[in-house]
């Protein structure tokens, strides 16, 4: 059961991600910790590595879920 709690909160926190980026919400690109990544690459790029990013944790939480990636035992 721990994996499925795992796996959606990944889930809802990448597709978090990728909705706010693809929006082009203002609160979360003009963020404190998305200074860097817009620095770095501008604002469409930083936007691009946050859809990025929230792929791979989306995929991961669909791992954890669905049990493809194991959740390490205590």
Same mark, same amino acid.
């Given at each position: 059961m721990e994996h499925i709690l795992v796996g959606v909160v990944l889930v809802a926190s990448g597709g978090f991600s990728i909705v706010c #980026?693809? +929006?082009?919400?203002e609160?979360? /690109?003009?963020?404190r910790k998305a200074r860097?990544? @817009?620095a770095? +690459? %501008? &604002?469409? *790029? #930083? &936007? @691009? =590595?946050? /859809? @990025?990013?929230g792929v /791979?944790? #989306?995929a991961a939480g669909? *791992? =954890? #879920?669905? %049990?493809?990636i194991p959740l390490r035992s205590k």
């Open positions: #980026a693809a +929006m082009d919400v609160w979360f /690109i003009n963020s860097l990544p @817009v770095l +690459m %501008g &604002r469409n *790029g #930083a &936007r @691009v =590595f946050y /859809i @990025v990013l /791979i944790i #989306a669909i *791992g =954890f #879920a669905t %049990g493809l």
